[in-house]
């Protein structure tokens, strides 16, 4: 508890305060600080649109509640408006840092919530681009980071690190990350397959502070192999809503409120 | 005709499907009205049906949800409108769900026709005991289509240290099983075809009533159930044995307690689930016409070894209590079903192309009776309105009285097509 606090607020210092530039290890752990964990909890509405390679788009839209709980472990909430075929669908992740998720998803045609197993976390979500890690994090350890260069992209300084997977489980060789000095955001990022051929590329494309928290509320991810790609736009974002803990739960997967998802 | 029938509902997606991205319709800020219209078909591929038909299944329909939100209230109607080709039925309509819903924070009610599912098994069910249409399951419909809305009350209590169902069913809805029109089924007494189907009539003491209590414990999403009621399969009696004139369909008085757990364990997910169901009026086993009383079990193991594919084992088995006693009961001319009996299922799951593409396959094998069934599926969603699902149905083995034995001649296959809006 008291470990992951610190890890917080050394996120949110900003990088003048050292001396020295922080180690790849610590860039990335606070990245995924500032771009997973900030604020007790959170809130955005979504609009994912999915483009096929022929132009062909698909939408998702849907509502996604997220809250921190102690050691990094956090909980989401997904609602889904739109398509027709997921409406009112219901999807629920107990996240964990250190071992795999736990998933539940509600079917409302059946009336029916069902564990799913969740041992792959690079399976799409719900057929975009970005997998369950993109959504809700990869764990730092699973990667060697090394800076490679610090330079700028636009008008912004960025570190560029270079992460290699330790274990081959994984669909993309090494990856690398343009994270932004001031906020800790990735910018950019760039995958690359086990052949060393870019696969796919992240690209922060609005950066908004809501409630203090600078925030990508636009980004795209591209298969630049299958030219298939996803962008998703927070229509709304929010923090600090006081999201109660026991919202995360099998009642009100089958009655999502309202109140907490429109 | 049936082709004529295939064309015109394929005209009609075609036409609907035209404008492209579909939305459900706002009727104001807290009403929505949306559905669907769906091509339903299953043609036999083993032989005709008893009735002589070819199909077992060739319908178009349109299905409405209207669900009106003004919290704490909720009303939601799903509605389903539908033409059947077969056996000259024509247009028909169906009240699949219809209910009063209050939620408060501590505690809600659901009044009205609802669909409750219960229970950890994948299409095995031993706490759920709520009204199926397996019907729909064996011919080749969507999968929502094998549960039924029981007319119910539904009481939820949520304080901090679990959650509680409470159901009450004051009118019965049994399940619904495969048309002997449209199956070929076991049938011991062809020469009987008197056969009225009773009731239990509407009273307080056959109100059933449900229950379940569950909470997290260790991870594990954990419940107890209770249930008071009647089994919902029709057991047949004669009205003599020597010389029987009449078989009488009744729904003998049932009593299920179970426990059900699943959560994380091994890589995947675990499910454990059993019951025990008490066959009340035949606590000591003797009656042959009636149901034994037994102990289910289930133990169900999923995982995902790769990208976008899910594969689910399953091992489910009853036990039979007094089989001495029915052994000694059992007419003549009734294959005795084994003390113990088991059911495996294998559930394989492929999504490609970003999950437009669901390539499934699903089998029931019971090692003890050696029968099986078969539902090989392809599914593609064209856009985000518009899918189709081809499939079959492939039944086996056993006898001609165990559960997928005696459908060896009804197999299928099936489509179904669906525009959503």
Same mark, same amino acid.
């Given at each position: 508890m008291k470990r992951f606090i610190f890890t917080l607020v050394i996120a949110l210092l900003p990088a003048s305060a050292f001396a020295l530039s922080p180690g790849a290890q610590e860039i990335m752990t606070k990245?995924?600080?500032?771009?997973?964990?900030?604020?007790?909890?959170?809130?955005?509405?979504?609009?994912?649109?999915?483009?096929?390679?022929?132009?062909?788009?698909?939408?998702?839209?849907?509502?996604?509640?997220?809250?921190?709980?102690?050691?990094?472990?956090?909980?989401?909430?997904?609602?889904?408006?739109?398509?027709?075929?997921?409406?009112?669908?219901?999807?629920?992740?107990?996240?964990?840092?250190?071992?795999?998720?736990?998933?539940?998803?509600?079917?409302?045609?059946?009336?029916?919530?069902?564990?799913?197993?969740?041992?792959?976390?690079?399976?799409?979500?719900?057929?975009?681009?970005?997998?369950?890690?993109?959504?809700?994090?990869?764990?730092?350890?699973?990667?060697?980071?090394?800076?490679?260069?610090?330079?700028?992209?636009?008008?912004?300084?960025?570190?560029?690190?270079?992460?290699?997977?330790?274990?081959?489980?994984?669909?993309?060789?090494?990856?690398?990350?343009?994270?932004?000095?001031?906020?800790?955001?990735?910018?950019?990022?760039?995958?690359?397959?086990?052949?060393?051929?870019?696969?796919?590329?992240?690209?922060?494309?609005?950066?908004?502070?809501?409630k203090g928290f600078p925030t990508i509320t636009k980004r795209t991810m591209k298969n630049v192999q299958s030219g298939h790609s996803t962008q998703v736009i927070f229509e709304k974002a929010d923090y600090n809503l006081g999201l109660p803990g026991n919202l995360f739960s099998e009642r009100f997967l089958k009655q999502p409120p309202r109140k907490w998802i429109e | 005709m049936k082709?004529?029938?295939?064309?015109?509902?394929?005209?009609l997606f075609v036409f609907f499907a035209m404008p492209g991205s579909a939305r459900a319709v706002n009727l104001g800020k807290d009403i929505t009205l949306d559905g669907f219209l769906q091509g339903n078909y299953s043609a036999d591929t083993a032989r005709a049906n008893p009735d002589g038909d070819y199909f077992k299944l060739a319908e178009e329909r349109?299905?409405?949800?209207?669900?009106?939100?003004?919290?704490?209230?909720?009303?939601?109607?799903?509605?389903?409108?539908?033409?059947?080709?077969?056996?000259?039925?024509?247009?028909?309509?169906?009240?699949?769900?219809?209910?009063?819903?209050?939620?408060?924070?501590?505690?809600?009610?659901?009044?009205?026709?609802?669909?409750?599912?219960?229970?950890?098994?994948?299409?095995?069910?031993?706490?759920?005991?709520?009204?199926?249409?397996?019907?729909?399951?064996?011919?080749?419909?969507?999968?929502?289509?094998?549960?039924k809305g029981a007319d119910a009350v539904k009481f939820g209590v949520y304080p901090d240290f679990a959650s509680f169902d409470v159901v009450i069913i004051p009118f019965f809805t049994p399940n619904?099983?495969?048309?002997?029109?449209?199956?070929?089924?076991?049938?011991?007494?062809?020469?009987?075809?008197?056969?009225?189907? +009773?009731?239990?009539?509407?009273?307080?003491?056959?109100?059933?009533?449900?229950?379940?209590?569950?909470?997290?414990?260790?991870?594990?999403?954990?419940?107890?159930?209770?249930?008071?009621?009647?089994?919902?399969?029709?057991?047949?009696?004669?009205?003599?044995?020597?010389?029987?004139?009449?078989?009488?369909?009744?729904?003998?008085?049932?009593?299920?307690?179970?426990?059900?757990?699943?959560?994380?364990?091994?890589?995947? +997910?675990?499910?454990?689930?059993?019951?025990?169901?008490?066959?009340?009026?035949?606590?000591?086993g003797t009656d042959p016409f009636l149901p034994n009383s037994q102990t289910r079990m289930l133990v169900g193991y999923q995982r995902q070894p790769w990208t976008d594919f899910t594969a689910e084992v399953q091992y489910y088995v009853e036990y039979m209590q007094h089989y001495s006693e029915y052994l000694a009961n059992l007419p003549a001319g009734i294959p005795a079903v084994p003390r113990w009996n088991d059911l495996m299922s294998l559930r394989l799951v492929q999504m490609l192309r970003h999950q437009t593409l669901k390539l499934s396959w699903f089998m029931f094998y019971s090692p003890a009776v050696g029968d099986f069934m078969l539902n090989p599926e392809v599914k593609y969603n064209f856009t985000d309105s518009v899918w189709a699902a081809v499939g079959g149905n492939v039944f086996g083995g056993g006898n001609s009285a165990s559960q997928f034995g005696q459908l060896a001649r009804d197999n299928n296959t099936y489509v179904q097509v669906r525009y959503e809006f």
């Open positions: 990245s995924q600080a500032a771009f997973y964990y900030p604020g007790r909890d959170f809130k955005a509405r979504m609009m994912m649109t999915l483009v096929s390679a022929g132009g062909q788009k698909r939408i998702r839209e849907l509502t996604m509640l997220r809250k921190n709980f102690p050691g990094g472990n956090q909980k989401y909430f997904i609602y889904f408006f739109q398509p027709a075929d997921v409406k009112d669908m219901t999807f629920m992740v107990y996240k964990y840092p250190d071992r795999n998720s736990d998933r539940w998803l509600y079917i409302p045609a059946l009336n029916m919530v069902r564990r799913i197993a969740a041992s792959d976390k690079r399976s799409s979500f719900v057929g975009s681009d970005f997998s369950y890690e993109d959504v809700s994090g990869r764990n730092v350890d699973e990667d060697t980071h090394t800076l490679v260069k610090e330079e700028k992209l636009g008008s912004k300084d960025c570190y560029v690190i270079k992460s290699v997977p330790k274990e081959a489980d994984v669909e993309f060789g090494y990856k690398l990350s343009w994270i932004d000095k001031k906020t800790y955001l990735p910018l950019k990022e760039q995958y690359y397959d086990k052949r060393g051929q870019l696969l796919k590329v992240f690209t922060a494309d609005e950066i908004k502070t809501v | 082709f004529f029938a295939f064309l015109s509902a394929l005209a349109v299905q409405l949800k209207l669900d009106a939100n003004k919290d704490p209230f909720r009303v939601f109607v799903k509605g389903d409108f539908f033409h059947d080709w077969i056996a000259g039925r024509k247009f028909d309509s169906d009240l699949r769900e219809g209910y009063f819903e209050y939620t408060s924070g501590k505690w809600g009610a659901t009044v009205g026709r609802q669909i409750i599912t219960w229970g950890v098994g994948d299409l095995v069910f031993i706490n759920d005991v709520f009204p199926k249409d397996y019907d729909a399951f064996f011919s080749g419909r969507p999968l929502e289509y094998l549960k619904k099983y495969p048309s002997p029109d449209r199956f070929w089924l076991f049938n011991p007494m062809p020469q009987i075809t008197n056969r009225p189907e +009773v009731e239990p009539p509407v009273s307080l003491k056959n109100t059933e009533v449900a229950l379940r209590a569950y909470r997290q414990v260790a991870g594990f999403d954990t419940s107890v159930y209770f249930y008071r009621g009647f089994y919902r399969q029709p057991y047949a009696a004669t009205d003599n044995p020597l010389a029987p004139t009449r078989l009488n369909l009744t729904f003998p008085e049932l009593s299920v307690y179970g426990a059900s757990a699943q959560g994380s364990a091994l890589g995947g +997910v675990l499910s454990l689930e059993a019951g025990y169901y008490d066959s009340r009026q035949n606590e000591n």
